[in-house]
């Protein structure tokens, strides 16, 4: 039984130095962070990524949820039907549908109810999902309206294939560890030389795969990828982010003068609901670059029904899932078994605050349990704001190591709430 | 220049007595109601609708957004430039995007804003609109993420072609009103022999089209069906409503057993933002019923890019913009200029609080200015919670009437305000 939650509004003043800015995005990152007790002590962590402002509304949200929760038990809320009583709340629901604050509300909690079960177990996330029987992991799946991509007789293959190769895989994930790719390189608010000298020191640690963003004018896009692949050498991978600033026939233009730079994707090229738009761009892409360059998004798609249109239009070939923009582990089981069916490989969306600590447990549990495979698997890392987590995630030589702790690693340290909570906070007064 | 913004949530305790429920929603109608105050003292209001519930995030919402707004013009925010600042917010847009609760709390603050303009011209909203030139017109809509499906010239062309007809389409108008249907004989939540009794009502009344809601057991769908179409003859026009909750394969297999009562339309099948799915809807329906049942959504659509690809798609035949949910007056400029570049009737989503008011004028406007075809066109009335308003609908024998006072038509009586202001009023005191 869950019998307390406690939401707290944190924020990092991130705008000012120009981090994480893009062609649409200025934020200071920020976390809706949820905390829930247990009737025997145990608690757990849960947070959605905000962009700062606004960070009050998904906060309001989780209040308007935490009747569902508190109250209820941690089995019933691991369940389809337990997420739907937040996600399709009778008049709750009015406010996405299953899209937005609501959906990015019960994606803190319901991800909370997962770490506090993965506490209980003393597991990991990745080894609690990895290890749970094929039907408790089909109980916390909701197949309505995905039916006609994805059924519950396939999904069960999927998983059932994944536990009897599990402890061969895991011995490899072990030792090698899942390969990453770095976007601390090439942000729209840095000047040339400090993307060069940031591309250099990334080679020089080891990265083999790095990330810019375009969307600006289109001759320094350009200029800044020549400049990024020129230190990056020719067989390094080189990922274009446009964060969505395109109309669709302006992205393959534009993308007719990038493919000098040989990107391996394009993420986001055009506007994120646009499902029809991703798959006229990627058939562009499969003549202007023979098939090499993929359309690649997901960050902010809303559900599971875009992601399985998405698929169905062979509109993406490389998945990029959040953890806490949709409702939670048990949508995203969803999708990655849809990405599993369609053989289309998921790379994660991470940077923000806690999002490499939350998708590094999904990648893994994806290699674990669904595909067995590394091939085209990258998870984002993006080197900020790491200290603030108890359980911060460990990447060596570009590579994520596998966590041990129990839980989904988005605990924060008591005294980074305190110091960042908005507005009282030492960092915000004044 | 606008120079205060107030907002109040207001809410009608309709959930008890089962009007409003359908498959999915029980709501206490709500409005995020929002009153500016120009520098010249006329007042302008708008609101979005909710359900009952979280009508607080969107009241907070439009606080988020209000630095946006006040010391900014009503020239200004009638361009798409300056409803981008709401909608594409470095920060907030983070928390859509160009969704839910940002976007509903735009949607009632743009929507004030052309009140207040419509005011200050002395004019109903639908004659602001339909004598604005061209050009003024072409400046509220944002083209980007639609341009490969309406260009600005095709846009150009179907606006001034209504320039030219438009005395002789305002004879017609204020002649004959607008066809109308009605949504009050079929909710859910109501036994049979209410519905029998309310369909009875609604012919003696001069209703010829009539719309019930289905997605409970199907059997009670075709039995209630029956009950409706038997009450309004083969003549009459009866549409459903499943409020999607069908998968898409159910939904075609519901749809063969509902096609005996012959449908006018198949409303919401499945879920909002699956294009794909109401695409294999409408030809499984060209199958069933030889072309003569048409799918209808859109009253969660969330924005003209959805709406561009149900219509790139031909997954609709009948377009349900909804005047609030989406980001305002600008953004449902660019839904019905898509819709009648493809041909696309557009029936208006109403009921609720205020949207019956609301979408009067933008039928009118698109019949005067982009169609000047009644063909096919209905908007949806519902007899609920019109006493509220100081410049309510007026529907004779079927049809709306040509609204004649200055404005947008959603401003609340201040004693409506009072008494039913969340949660301190007298009507939720207790």
Chains 1, 2 share one sequence.
Not at 14 to 28: H, K, P, Q, Y
Not at 269 to 279: F, I, K, R, S
Not at 326 to 332: C, D, F, P, Q
Request: proline fraction near 4%; charge should be negative; hydrophobic fraction near 45%.
């Amino acid at each position: 039984m869950i019998t307390g939650l406690t939401v707290h509004d944190v924020r990092f003043p991130t705008a000012a130095a120009g981090d994480g800015s893009d062609a649409i995005n200025r934020g200071d990152y920020s976390a809706t962070y949820v905390e829930l007790t247990g009737d025997d002590g145990v608690t757990g962590s849960g947070l959605t990524f905000t962009n700062g402002r606004g960070n009050e509304l998904t906060c309001a949200a989780v209040r308007a949820l935490e009747h569902h929760v508190v109250g209820h038990t941690v089995e019933e809320l691991c369940t389809f039907e337990g997420a739907r009583t937040l996600t399709a709340d009778v008049q709750l629901r009015w406010l996405g549908p299953e899209k937005g604050v609501i959906a990015m509300a019960a994606g803190a909690i319901l991800n909370a109810v997962w770490d506090l079960r993965a506490r209980r177990a003393g597991k990991p996330m990745w080894q609690l999902l990895a290890e749970l029987p094929t039907a408790d992991l089909l109980a916390a799946v909701d197949f309505r309206h995905i039916s006609d991509a994805l059924s519950r007789d396939e999904a069960a293959a999927i998983l059932d294939k994944g536990l009897a190769e599990y402890e061969e895989r895991l011995a490899h994930a072990r030792d090698a560890g899942l390969p990453s790719y770095t976007t601390s390189v090439g942000w729209l608010g840095y000047p040339d030389d400090k993307v060069r000298d940031l591309t250099r020191r990334a080679v020089a640690d080891g990265w083999t795969a790095v990330k810019m963003k375009v969307g600006g004018a289109i001759d320094d896009d350009v200029r800044r990828a020549r400049i990024i692949r020129a230190e990056i050498g020719p067989d390094a991978l080189l990922m274009l982010d446009a964060n969505q600033v395109w109309d669709v026939d302006e992205a393959i233009a534009n993308l007719g003068r990038l493919a000098e730079v040989d990107p391996y994707w394009m993420e986001e090229p055009t506007h994120a609901d646009d499902v029809l738009g991703h798959a006229r761009i990627q058939q562009a892409l499969d003549t202007i670059t023979g098939g090499r360059c993929r359309v690649a998004t997901g960050e902010v798609a809303a559900n599971r029904v875009i992601f399985k249109q998405l698929l169905q239009a062979d509109a993406i070939r490389v998945m990029q899932i959040d953890a806490c923009r949709i409702a939670g582990v048990g949508e995203v089981l969803a999708e990655l078994l849809m990405a599993a069916k369609f053989g289309v490989p998921v790379c994660p969306h991470a940077g923000g605050v806690g999002l490499c600590e939350y998708v590094q447990h999904l990648a893994f549990f994806d290699y674990l349990r669904l595909t067995g495979s590394m091939e085209g698997r990258m998870v984002e890392y993006v080197d900020h704001l790491h200290e603030h987590f108890t359980d911060p995630v460990t990447v060596e030589h570009g590579r994520y190591r596998l966590p041990s702790r129990p839980g989904y690693s988005v605990e924060l340290r008591p005294e980074s709430i305190a110091e960042f909570s908005f507005p009282d906070g030492p960092a915000w007064r004044g």
